[in-house]
């Protein structure tokens, strides 16, 4: 049998939260003692920014604090403005807005239309369209500014710039033409084409920056935002993937709890969540690879250790922020058809959301 993972897509440091024993689905007490992610600072202006990721240390934490041994079944967002006092900026490509106020700005139509038409690059599928919004989502990477409204030039630099990169939001930024201060303001305005990058995935609800922000008095805003998120499952040697949507997996509670009557070990091993660090279903991976030569070195005093075949992995969503990346291992495949688990509410009536999910399969591990 092929085994699988299933993914749903996402800063130096990782943050494991404490171990769980076995309970299959979404365990809102495991996100909630999970560590809260760290808030991106984009700077706003003209300057390219990037952020960088310990991949090697991330993928070693993964493997610390393994999960019990049971026995194998029987059956962001702080904003930074970099520039000197009244330091004049580089002028933007895209649309002079006149007037030359926030509203005719967020209301222009040019803005609009562009944002509207613009093509769905090929390997993504397209989350959201023509906001007044840009994102404020998981694993924040960089941006650059661009001469044009290019989605599949955004999409060739997440695919081949930016590691890690999963998704990315294309937009219009209404900046000033010097740096906001005593002497100047709020000056006149340039029309920025901005790609911002990110290692989780985008949606219409990571849109949350719709206020904008203030430099002195000059008002920064935010017209014709797109976002995109990559069809494909990131690479895992070892592994084999396929997309679930916005789902993850809902095993059947015979399978997870032992067989009929509870007996013998289930086919859930456990979870475990990740923050501090873009989507990478490595980490996962490594999990599964570690638990797996923990379980063999440590058996059950009866029956075999379970193995870990297959895991899902994707971006929570609490009240719509990311919390982290989930992972949850099992002993066996289960194909998209399981796929059924999207949102749940804890007692606390707090929406719980996965999104943008995929399979992976163990080939390592039959």
């Not at 920014?49 to 070693?60: E, F, G, I, V, W």
């Not at 032992?258 to 923050?275: K, L, P, V």
């Not at 999990?287 to 029956?303: E, F, I, M, V």
């Not at 999910?357 to 390592?364: E, H, I, P, S, Y």
């Amino acid at each position: 049998m092929k085994s699988t993972v299933a993914l749903i897509q996402p800063l130096i440091a990782l943050a494991i939260a404490g171990i769980v024993h076995p309970r299959q689905g979404i365990d809102t007490s495991l996100v909630d003692s999970a560590p809260s992610p760290t808030s991106a600072s984009i700077p706003i202006g003209p300057t390219a920014d990037t952020t960088s990721y310990d991949l090697s240390q991330a993928t070693q934490s993964a493997t610390l604090s393994l999960l019990p041994v049971q026995t194998e079944p029987t059956s962001h967002k702080g904003v930074e403005a970099r520039q000197t006092a009244c330091q004049a900026n580089p002028t933007g490509a895209g649309p002079t807005v006149s007037p030359d106020t926030d509203s005719a700005f967020t209301s222009n139509v040019a803005f609009s239309t562009i944002a509207s038409a613009a093509p769905v690059p090929t390997g993504y599928n397209q989350t959201f369209v023509n906001l007044r919004a840009r994102s404020e989502a998981f694993g924040y990477l960089g941006f650059v500014i661009v001469d044009s409204y290019d989605t599949a030039g955004c999409a060739d630099q997440c695919d081949t710039v930016f590691e890690g990169c999963q998704s990315f939001n294309i937009f219009f930024e209404r900046d000033p033409v010097v740096a906001p201060a005593r002497g100047c303001r709020d000056p006149p305005s340039t029309t920025n084409i901005k790609c911002v990058f990110w290692g989780g995935d985008l949606a219409a609800g990571t849109a949350t920056n719709v206020n904008g922000q203030f430099l002195v008095d000059f008002h920064v805003v935010v017209a014709g935002s797109n976002g995109y998120t990559r069809i494909a499952a990131p690479d895992v040697p070892g592994y084999e993937g396929e997309p679930t949507g916005n789902n993850t997996i809902d095993a059947p509670p015979q399978d997870t709890n032992g067989g009929r009557g509870g007996r013998g070990g289930g086919t859930y091993i456990g979870s475990r969540i990740f923050t501090d660090t873009f989507f990478d279903p490595g980490l996962c991976a490594a999990l599964c690879d570690a638990q797996n030569r923990y379980n063999l070195a440590h058996p059950p005093p009866r029956g075999q250790p379970q193995i870990c075949r297959f895991f899902t992995t994707y971006i929570i969503y609490r009240n719509g922020e990311p919390v982290g990346q989930y992972c949850a291992l099992y002993t066996r495949y289960y194909p998209p058809s399981f796929a059924t688990n999207s949102v749940r509410s804890s007692s606390e009536r707090r929406r719980w959301l996965s999104a943008n999910g995929n399979l992976l399969g163990n080939t390592k591990w039959r």
